[in-house]
């Protein structure tokens, strides 16, 4: 049998807790979490705020270590997988947090250079990442001056651009536009297509859960829930705060979430 694209066992990050000068005390920001994610699969990712969802990928993208417990990527230990970064890309919550060029194009072709693509292959693979979200008449623009919304469609060229394996999208839809939500979605689907492996972490699952294979619902830092969405959906507790998408509107005055 080969083993999970990644497997997570035991994982734990705990912070000190507020106030706890001497250490004694801390938070379980995510406890004893376990989860295989299989090569090919599309996992969603979904909780309230603070429940631990960018954490536990923040660890599964080897950006942050965990108090206990291990990652694994196809059997070895993360630590000692070299070039991590090429093989999975990690979509930031944060877009801000991702912008490391002087240029929009310099930007999104920072990932594929450092993925190990020629310079000139790079730059072919930001433009067209760059056309696919809308961006290529922002190209010579300096990043930060870019509006939040599309902050957020350089950080997905960018990622998309290195062609990795496995995309993690923290909160992709989060700022963007009806098109910006549609380019993403088209991404997904044809990344799904190629079989590639895709966590997406969102509040927004009536947007995405129709390629969704697994549903995945953290609470509090623990995984209270998995496996196919329908499944998953029929069984959400309230205090989860995870809605559920099934629902659609017929008229204006229904559109409130207020009273559901
Ligand atoms: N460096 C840190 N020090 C202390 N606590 C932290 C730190 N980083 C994260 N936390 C806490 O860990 C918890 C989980 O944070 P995380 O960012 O994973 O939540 P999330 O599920 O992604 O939430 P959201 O839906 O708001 O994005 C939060 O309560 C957060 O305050
Ligand atoms: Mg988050």
């Known amino acids: 049998m080969t083993a999970p694209l990644f497997r997570i066992r035991g994982l734990s990050k705990l912070f000190p807790a507020p106030g706890d000068s001497d250490g004694e005390k801390s938070v379980k920001a995510l406890w004893d979490v376990n989860l295989d994610i299989e090569q090919g699969e599309c996992l969603l990712l979904a909780g309230s705020n603070g429940s631990g ?32 970064h090429c093989e999975a890309g990690l979509i930031f919550q944060d877009p801000d947090s991702q ?48 509006s939040g919304g599309e902050k957020r469609r350089l950080a997905a060229a960018g990622i998309f651009a290195m062609g990795c394996g496995t995309v993690i999208m923290d909160e992709p839809f989060a700022n963007l536009d009806y098109p910006g939500v549609l380019s993403f979605l088209e991404a997904i689907r044809d990344m799904k297509k190629e079989g590639k492996t895709l966590v997406i972490l969102t509040h927004e699952l009536e947007k995405v859960l129709a390629f969704a294979d697994r549903l995945v619902i953290l609470h509090r830092g623990t995984i209270r829930d998995e496996g196919k969405p329908e499944a998953v959906l029929d069984r959400l507790d309230p205090s989860w705060g995870v809605r559920d998408p099934r629902r659609t509107y017929a008229k204006a005055e229904d559109c409130s979430w207020l009273g559901e």
Not at 106 to 111: I, L, R, V
């Open 99 to 146: 912008i490391v060029g002087e240029t929009v194009e310099e930007d999104a072709a920072f990932g594929p250079l450092n993925a190990g693509f020629s310079k000139a292959e790079a730059k072919e693979r930001a433009n067209a990442a760059l056309k696919a979200f809308g961006l290529d008449d922002k190209r010579d623009v300096p990043p930060r001056r870019l």
């Open 53 to 84: 969802k960018t954490l536990l990928t923040r660890c599964l993208a080897g950006l942050l270590s965990p108090s206990s417990g291990e990652i694994l990527y196809r059997g070895t230990p993360l630590d000692r997988v070299k070039k991590l």
